[in-house]
């Protein structure tokens, strides 16, 4: 029986197959498509959430991260994306009745550039074209016209008076703050000898002419303002005429190349209007604003519209440019915080206060990728402040507006831009963990409705020979994609025998394409150091022996304590209720298996069984169920006609972390069993499996590495032939063991047995038969269940004589 | 061409202002000394004196008595607003300068006190009025009766490009092609030369370009290479090319003499 039990050394590991497939090296295989190997699903799903137009079907592209899920989704959006239009480009204009609401312009592809350019241009003729135009003969003579028209009346008011003035002998003379008349003499004003030698009627009546005369300078003065309004007002409908012949000629280029565009056509009318209201400060930066002409100056001469005062009303702020796109745009954004993903509004310092205007505000990706298709890291977009929400607010609303995170919170109250929202269609594909998105799932309402189309990438697909032969293709167009040496036949089918240990199965191969390339591209590394232009199968060995080396100190530690005797873990002769446990330990990259000791005690009691790990909360919750299910199986198995009499306990020795998982419960029960029946167990073997209350063995994970850290143990310890682990029958597909055990299991210095009951692997534990029970309920002497059920009728006993003198004492008392 | 002392005539404060910073410029790049001086009009405490005296305010229109006292304080303001300008101004340039308020009557001041200086510089008007800027009767005798060179400054240039000089005959005009030339290195400005014929016309060119290097050995070729012709009775199209510097010789004749330049050319224009 035991004979059947053991394991052939073909069962604990197995060799890839590549059978008909003809190549010496990944060269000679072609490596199209056969990155989206096991992953119909997901090629399916992602068909369905990339074509689906209707609202809320964006992706979330779920599964391992070591799939590379981005990629596959690149390339299949790739294909989509070129057969789709070019989306158009969108472009921020100033909006000249309300400089804080930039409007938003969409255009043809392309021609966001163009107009960009040539309204540059226009903007830097402007100035030009005004001054020639402003210049010019006929405009100076029409203004001095103006002028002197209007003027004509002051002056002739100015010429009467001062007629007047000098009929009476007076003269008009300019002081520092306006005029005063004084009377003159031979052309000269007159001394005040002159002025006293007048008689008093002389003066009265030069007295009388003053006062007249000067209420006369006072009327015209009175009237300046108003004719200078006038003047003003004529001189702007001037300015306005000229203003408009000089800009429709210069608009009339862009007008003829986007006649057919209304959004720019309005545009341009909106921006002549608004040149001919402002000819002045551009001609004039600051002008009339002594202030501002101090801190301003005039711009120099080749100055660019852009640092213009006036003219940066006329540029073009380009957001989205898809002139170079041959399709729909598809935009991966790494480094999705609010500001990358929504576009942000730059402010510049100007004499200590912020200011901005349509010129600042920058493009996000969701700008870049309106009519596309935007990749975000789910995680990343998640973890940045306000990103997450400012994402389904566009997505929502299906407008993209750009404002300030503290804007949209009221954080600010100083006067910022609202510009005006764009138009947004756009498919997002989040990428991130299974977990992310069980967990958006349940507590994001908005998530379900946005993200409908769910991609569930594999991670491990089935081996057989077909599939394996994909793999080898697989390998192949990784190497290529990764500009790799090629590899040889040989080292192929050891990485595809790798893939199976990845996932701890022999019938299944990983799929986790980022492990693979990594591998792939260590074995590279190793196969240069050796001076080989084709990676070979040692190349490959050593790329792992290597990587199990890099993450190995843990278990260098683990086994060297062990060996050193500070870690209890007797590998021969036998002991009665202690037995080889086996623990797989997984920190970061590394994951290794080691023996750990569990003993039982037990005692008379009723019918108990404390786990010691659990009373110090050192416990996990499925080691507490295993210990429940093993005290229900002794309770079903022994103590039908009698209660469990027995209060035992069981513990993981020298465990100083916590214990979870159920692989140990069978190894739980051999220990208690043992106790219970003082009945030695062999310390050469360790033990691993769950067991069920029936008492059958249940299947357990880390078979490999347990196997490999009791083996490792032995083997420093020296094989003498007799050391062997046990494991669960459901376990055999999942062995792919290193080469030194296979080697071993050859030679015969080491066993392993795959069991599916208690039974069995007591018989292996003890030598001794569970044994059945006869027409009378007892068990065959000599055997495991008769010694365990002796040791329970005899807690039985003595558990009664304590429940008879204690039920007898307690008359005693009452009768007193 | 050699200036050493610079007097700038001072009248309204904002019309003062570009004078103020274009002799300061001068004064500084010359290492000249600067006098700054504004005149209080002697008719104005005359007429003060006359108890039916009023002014009228020329921005409002409304009436104040003027006395003695009343010219006194708005002088004295006037003044110190004046002299701060100076100060800060030639303080800034790190030049010699000295500032001067004094009674009199302003062109015979003028006159005086222009005496011993290289150049004179006032402005054209009280109260610049246009490009067509009207010339104050003080501006115009000095550029007429001055015997030192005299810059009547356009109060509204800014940001001078270019000097342009008036010649006629080159042997007539070495004063002009000196100063001209001088003033554009100064100033960092383009200098040239307006002749009032066609340069081009190949005779006249050659005859022409023997005098000239006759008279200038060592910039003839610079002095042509800045020339340009022009038929003379159309001088005044320069009026177009605004910002700049014209130079003139008063003993040349141009129409009708330093009023009839003035009146049509709205720049600023020295005369030698």
């Not at chain 1, 008909?20 to 056969?34: Q, V």
Request: with cysteine; net charge negative; aromatic share 8%.
């Amino acid at each position: 029986m035991i004979e059947n039990q053991k394991l052939t050394p073909e069962q604990l590991y197995r060799k890839c197959e590549l059978g008909e497939i003809d190549f010496e090296t990944t060269k000679d295989l072609s490596h199209n498509d056969y990155a989206f190997m096991g992953q119909n699903r997901a090629l399916t799903s992602a068909g369905f959430g990339i074509k689906m137009k209707l609202d809320g079907y964006n992706i979330y592209a779920l599964g391992p991260e070591e799939v590379d899920k981005r990629s596959l989704l690149e390339t299949l959006i790739n294909r989509e994306a070129a057969e789709l239009k070019v989306p158009g480009d969108w472009v921020y204009v100033c909006n000249f009745k309300e400089e804080q609401k930039p409007v938003a312009l969409k255009m043809r592809a392309g021609d966001a550039v163009r107009l960009r350019d040539m309204m540059n241009r226009f903007a830097e003729e402007l100035p030009n074209v005004l001054t020639s135009v402003f210049e010019s003969e006929e405009y100076q003579n029409r203004r001095q016209s103006i002028e002197e028209k209007l003027k004509e009346k002051e002056q002739q008011d100015f010429n009467d008076i001062q007629k007047k003035a000098e009929e009476k002998g007076l003269s008009i003379m300019r002081t520092p703050m306006g005029y005063s008349f004084a009377p003159v003499k031979k052309g000269k004003v007159m001394s005040m000898d002159d002025i006293q030698k007048m008689s008093d009627r002389e003066k009265e009546q030069l007295e009388e002419v003053v006062q007249e005369l000067q209420k006369e300078l006072q009327k015209i003065l009175r009237q300046i303002p108003e004719r200078q309004r006038k003047i003003r007002r004529k001189r702007e409908e001037l300015n306005r005429e000229f203003a408009e012949y000089s800009v429709k000629g210069l608009l009339e280029e862009v007008r003829r190349e986007f006649e057919y565009d209304e959004g720019v056509i309005k545009y341009l009318n909106d921006a002549k209007n608004d040149i001919i209201e402002r000819v002045e400060e551009i001609l004039n930066p600051g002008g009339g604003n002594p202030f501002m002409q101090a801190v301003s100056q005039k711009p120099k001469q080749n100055i660019s519209p852009s640092e213009h005062p006036v003219l940066w009303r006329y540029t073009v702020n380009v957001m989205v440019n898809n002139s170079d796109l041959k399709g729909a745009p598809m935009v991966y954004e790494d480094h999705p915080i609010y500001n990358n993903l929504i576009g942000r509004i730059e402010h510049v310092s100007e004499m200590g206060a912020l200011t901005t205007d349509f010129t600042y505000l920058k493009p996000g990706a969701l700008h870049k990728a309106n009519g596309g298709f935007l990749i975000l890291d789910a995680l990343r977009l998640l973890t940045q402040p306000y990103a997450w929400e400012g994402l389904k607010r566009a997505l929502l609303s299906k407008k993209l507006k750009v404002e300030a995170p503290g804007e949209m919170y009221g954080l600010f109250s100083t006067v910022t831009l609202q510009p005006a929202p764009i138009d947004l269609d756009v498919k997002v594909v989040l990428v991130g963990s299974r977990m992310l998105y069980y967990l958006l799932c349940a507590y994001d309402e908005d998530f379900k409705n946005l993200f409908k189309a769910e991609v569930d990438f594999e991670e491990e697909i089935d081996r057989n020979t077909e599939t394996q032969q994909m793999y080898a293709q697989l390998i192949a167009s990784l190497i290529q994609k990764h500009d790799l040496n090629p590899m040889d036949r040989q080292a192929v089918a050891k990485i595809i025998e790798h893939t199976s240990r990845m996932v701890s199965d022999n019938q299944k191969m990983s799929i986790r394409t980022r492990d693979i390339t990594d591998l792939l591209k260590e074995a590279e590394y190793w196969s240069r150091e050796e001076g080989q232009d084709i990676t070979g199968v040692e190349s490959v060995m050593k790329a792992v022996e290597h990587r199990r080396y890099r993450s190995g100190r843990l278990k260098d530690r683990y086994r060297d304590e062990i060996l050193r005797n500070t870690i209890f873990i007797d590998t021969e002769g036998t002991q009665t209720g202690q037995v080889n446990g086996l623990s797989v330990v997984a920190l970061g990259n590394s994951m290794f298996g080691h023996p750990t000791r569990i003993t039982a005690r037990v005692r008379p009691g009723k019918g108990e069984v404390i786990n010691i790990e659990r009373e110090v909360e050192m416990s996990g919750p499925i080691h507490s169920k295993g210990i429940l299910i093993l005290s229900a199986y002794l309770g079903a198995q022994y103590a039908i006609d009698n209660p469990l009499s027995l209060s035992a306990s069981l513990v993981f020795e020298q465990s100083y972390g916590g214990v979870d998982g159920d692989s140990a419960s069978s190894t739980e029960l051999y220990a208690l069993l043992s106790a219970i029946g003082d009945i030695p167990i062999k310390q050469c073997y360790a033990v691993t499996g769950s067991v069920n209350q029936h008492g059958e063995i249940q299947p357990i994970g880390g078979v490999n590495e347990k196997i490999e850290g009791f083996f490792e143990i032995c083997r420093w310890r020296g094989l003498t032939g007799g050391e062997g682990v046990i494991i669960p029958k459901a376990n055999i597909k999942n062995l792919m063991l290193n080469d030194e055990i296979l080697e071993a299991v050859k030679e015969d210095k080491f066993h392993i047995y795959a069991i599916e009951t208690i039974d069995e692997g007591m018989k292996l534990l003890t030598g001794l038969e569970m044994g059945e029970q006869d027409e009378q309920g007892n068990y065959p002497k000599g055997s495991v269940n008769y010694a365990v059920k002796e040791k329970l009728n005899r807690f039985t006993s003595i558990q009664k004589q304590f429940m008879g003198k204690d039920n007898h004492s307690e008359v005693k008392k009452t009768e007193r | 061409m050699r200036i050493s002392s610079i007097i700038v005539a001072m009248d309204s404060v904002s019309g003062s202002h570009p004078l103020v910073e274009i002799a300061v410029e001068l004064a500084h790049k010359n290492d000249a000394d600067l006098t700054a001086v504004f005149i209080e009009e002697h008719d104005w405490f005359e007429v003060s004196r006359f108890n039916f005296s009023h002014q009228v305010s020329s921005l409002t229109g409304s009436v104040s008595p003027l006395t003695e006292d009343h010219i006194f304080d708005q002088i004295r303001a006037h003044s110190s607003l004046l002299k701060q300008m100076v100060v800060k101004s030639s303080q800034k340039h790190e030049i010699r300068y000295s500032y001067r308020s004094m009674r009199g009557f302003v062109k015979r001041k003028l006159m005086e006190l222009s005496s011993g200086k290289n150049l004179v510089i006032i402005g054209r008007n009280r109260h610049p009025d246009g490009r067509y800027a009207k010339v104050g009767r003080t501006a115009l005798y000095l550029a007429e009766n001055c015997p030192v060179p005299v810059l009547v400054w356009n109060n509204r240039t800014s940001g001078l490009q270019n000097i342009t000089g008036l010649c006629k005959e080159p042997e007539s005009s070495v004063k002009v092609v000196d100063w001209t030339l001088k003033l554009g290195k100064l100033l960092d400005c383009e200098s040239r030369l307006a002749w009032p014929d066609d340069i081009e016309r190949r005779e006249e060119f050659k005859v022409r370009y023997q005098e000239i290097k006759r008279l200038f050995p060592e910039k003839a070729e610079e002095i042509m290479n800045i020339s340009q012709a022009f038929p003379g009775e159309k001088i005044y199209t320069l009026r177009h090319q605004h910002e700049q510097l014209i130079v003139v010789d008063r003993k040349q004749e141009w129409g009708s003499g330093a009023e009839d330049l003035l009146r049509q050319l709205p720049h600023s224009i020295l005369f030698l």
